[in-house]
């Protein structure tokens, strides 16, 4: 009995950290459509990133797990400066004060790195049910990968395998 109460609770506890790691998520390739504006309060042209390879970051200040990979993301972002790879960081909080309060933040601590577009996206358009959640996109614009939680390698390995 307690050989098989053992076998149980290594079962569940190996189900929780399965559940606690990134989900990669296969899906067919679609068309990156993205409503969103920059802190300046400019619209997003997708055209900024059509022939790079992108990472499309969704967060929310709300999220401590967001909020943990952001200086990762900017960390491998700076070993790709110098190839057609852009990061973009969309913020999905409900209150658009909170993204500006955190982006005037980072600005007086941290210099933007070159290819970092941070936006929020517009209002109205569906929050991802749940976040982090990054895709991975080519250089025609098209997903080709979905992570959903903390950043899976197998995100970078795919910048690496598309980029040109």
């Given at each position: ?15 929780i950290?399965?559940?606690?790691s ?12 993205l ?32 909020r ?24 999905v909080?409900?209150n658009?004060?909170d ?65 040109p």
């Amino acid at each position: 009995m307690k050989q098989l109460t053992r076998v149980a609770v290594f079962a569940l506890a190996a189900c929780i950290l399965s559940m606690a790691s990134a989900q990669t998520i296969n899906m067919p390739k679609s068309q990156l459509d993205l409503h969103a504006f920059a802190v300046n309060g400019e619209p997003f042209i997708q055209d900024k990133i059509r022939g790079k390879v992108a990472i499309v970051f969704f967060w929310a200040t709300t999220c401590a797990v967001c909020r943990d990979s952001l200086p990762e993301l900017r960390a491998n972002l700076t070993g790709w400066q110098n190839k057609p790879f852009s990061l973009v960081t969309v913020n999905v909080d409900k209150n658009a004060k909170d993204w500006l309060a955190y982006e005037r933040i980072e600005g007086q601590t941290k210099q933007t790195p070159k290819n970092l577009i941070a936006l929020r996206q517009d209002e109205g358009n569906t929050v991802p049910m749940k976040l982090p959640l990054t895709l991975l996109v080519d250089t025609k614009g098209k997903i080709v990968s979905r992570f959903e939680g903390r950043i899976a390698p197998e995100a970078w390995d795919g910048v690496a395998e598309l980029i040109p």
